[in-house]
Structures are given as structure tokens and as C-alpha cells.
């Protein structure tokens, strides 16, 4: 089984509506975080979390909201889906005491909001 | 101005070529450098780590940072299909939160 998990795996939406995507590891990592990925632009950080009671904004957190439900579970929200938020979305998990804080990434969730 | 710029591609190459693959930097603060393979439909996985400038080999890959130029390199030798991917890099100043490059597509050609 797949260390970092995240479901769903594509979904496709409409504006306004309220989605959540989520993400599970069994890594036992205390790190774990939420980019987007965008055809030209990258890899962008939306929030970040040290451990169940930190969670940290990232470059473009504006219409994202986060959980750290359990180390082992962090789930992104879009309160009101907007077309530009169509993108890649990826969790990654690290640990604060790892090999070069290396990130450990899932499989991506694909997002498209019509 | 991006933290981060990288050259998109999409680049190709004949199978055993050397292949370059560079990022520039704006802020003087990184210090951790890192280079990640994302295969087509895969999330990132890292390939190679550097800290500080210098150089670092690792099989047929080599990663160069020059801290005075705010330049970094990937070097890959004998590329073969299978190097077939995007690679982006990746630095930070403390490690708690990285900065990624938009990432260059390689093409290795049989």
C-alpha cells in the first residue's frame, strides 16, 4: 500500500460548491503539507503543519482552508469552488528530525471546477 | 519576481546524451537545494540533495550549487528513457517550508 494516500484521486466540480479533498500517511511523519500544481508555475505551498495543533499558511492559502484531523490525516477545503482553482493538488508528509526534511508526496488529486 | 526560476522545456535529448538542467534564485537565504524526478501522473519523489554550494555525484547524476551566482545545476550522464520525466528543483532557507521551480520536461529519445 501507498506510504501517502489521497482521495479522491479526480473530481470534477462546480463554482460554489464546497470540496474537500483529503490525505492519509503511514509514515508516522509529524510534517505534512498541501501545494498546488499549475503548468508553468509549479509546485505552490497552500498550508503547512508541524504537527496536530500547528498549521501554518502557505504562498497562496487565500480560498483554501485546512484540518490536521490526526498526525496521520490532514485534509484541504475549498469553502466556494472558483474556476482558477482547477489545478494538480498534491500532499506531501516529511519529519522535522528526517534526512534533509525530504518530502514524501502523494499521488496527486486532479481538481477541475467548471 | 518568483523565488524560483526554471527553464519549462520541454527538452530532448538522443539516449546517451549529457544532459543540463539549471534553476536561478532570487533570495540569498537558501541553503538547502534539492532536486525532485516527477514522473507523468506521479507526485515528485526526490532524487538529489545538496547543501550549500558545491558540487554532488550520485551515479550517473550531478548536482552543482554556485551560492554566488544563485545557480543551480542538475547534470545527468548516458541519459537513458527512463530519465524521461519532469524535474524540478527545490530550496529553502531553514527547511520548513520549500520553494519549488516550475519544472523542466526531459525527453531521453531511444
Same mark, same amino acid.
Given at each position: 500500500?501507498?506510504?501517502?494516500?489521497?482521495?479522491?484521486?479526480?473530481?470534477?466540480?462546480?463554482?460554489?460548491?464546497?470540496?474537500?479533498?483529503?490525505?492519509?500517511?503511514?509514515?508516522?511523519?509529524?510534517?505534512?503539507?498541501?501545494?498546488?500544481?499549475?503548468?508553468?508555475?509549479?509546485?505552490?505551498?497552500?498550508?503547512?503543519?508541524?504537527?496536530?495543533?500547528?498549521?501554518?499558511?502557505?504562498?497562496?492559502?487565500?480560498?483554501?482552508?485546512?484540518?490536521?484531523?490526526?498526525?496521520?490525516?490532514?485534509?484541504?477545503?475549498?469553502?466556494?469552488?472558483?474556476?482558477?482553482?482547477?489545478?494538480?493538488?498534491?500532499?506531501?508528509?516529511?519529519?522535522?528530525?528526517?534526512?534533509?526534511?525530504?518530502?514524501?508526496?502523494?499521488?496527486?488529486?486532479?481538481?477541475?471546477?467548471? | 519576481?518568483?523565488?524560483?526560476?526554471?527553464?519549462?522545456?520541454?527538452?530532448?535529448?538522443?539516449?546517451?546524451?549529457?544532459?543540463?538542467?539549471?534553476?536561478?534564485? +532570487?533570495?540569498?537565504?537558501?541553503?538547502? /537545494?534539492?532536486?525532485?524526478? &516527477?514522473? %507523468?501522473?506521479?507526485?515528485?519523489? !526526490?532524487?538529489?540533495?545538496?547543501?550549500?554550494?558545491?558540487?554532488?555525484?550520485?551515479?550517473?547524476?550531478?548536482?552543482?550549487?554556485?551560492? +554566488?551566482?544563485?545557480?543551480?545545476?542538475? /547534470?545527468?550522464?548516458?541519459? &537513458?528513457? %527512463?530519465?524521461?520525466?519532469?524535474? !524540478?528543483?527545490?530550496?529553502?532557507?531553514?527547511?520548513?517550508?520549500?520553494?519549488?521551480?516550475?519544472?523542466?520536461?526531459?525527453?531521453?529519445?531511444?
Amino acid at each position: 500500500d501507498a506510504d501517502v494516500t489521497q482521495t479522491p484521486r479526480n473530481r470534477i466540480t462546480k463554482t460554489g460548491k464546497r470540496i474537500m479533498l483529503e490525505c492519509s500517511q503511514t509514515k508516522g511523519h509529524d510534517r505534512m503539507y498541501w501545494y498546488r500544481q499549475d503548468p508553468g508555475l509549479g509546485l505552490r505551498l497552500i498550508y503547512y503543519s508541524f504537527d496536530v495543533k500547528d498549521i501554518n499558511k502557505g504562498e497562496i492559502s487565500d480560498g483554501y482552508s485546512v484540518s490536521r484531523q490526526a498526525q496521520a490525516k490532514f485534509s484541504l477545503s475549498l469553502e466556494s469552488a472558483i474556476p482558477n482553482q482547477t489545478a494538480l493538488y498534491f500532499c506531501a508528509t516529511s519529519e522535522t528530525s528526517g534526512r534533509y526534511n525530504e518530502q514524501f508526496f502523494g499521488p496527486g488529486t486532479r481538481l477541475t471546477v467548471l | 519576481q518568483k523565488e524560483v526560476e526554471q527553464d519549462p522545456g520541454p527538452l530532448s535529448v538522443p539516449e546517451g546524451a549529457i544532459v543540463s538542467l539549471n534553476c536561478t534564485y +532570487s533570495n540569498s537565504a537558501f541553503q538547502y /537545494f534539492m532536486w525532485y524526478r &516527477q514522473y %507523468s501522473r506521479k507526485g515528485p519523489e !526526490l532524487l538529489m540533495y545538496t547543501y550549500s554550494s558545491g558540487n554532488k555525484e550520485d551515479g550517473r547524476f550531478t548536482a552543482q550549487v554556485d551560492k +554566488s551566482s544563485k545557480y543551480i545545476s542538475l /547534470f545527468i550522464r548516458d541519459s &537513458q528513457p %527512463s530519465d524521461s520525466a519532469t524535474y !524540478l528543483c527545490a530550496m529553502s532557507a531553514n527547511f520548513n517550508k520549500f520553494y519549488f521551480g516550475s519544472g523542466t520536461k526531459l525527453n531521453v529519445k531511444p
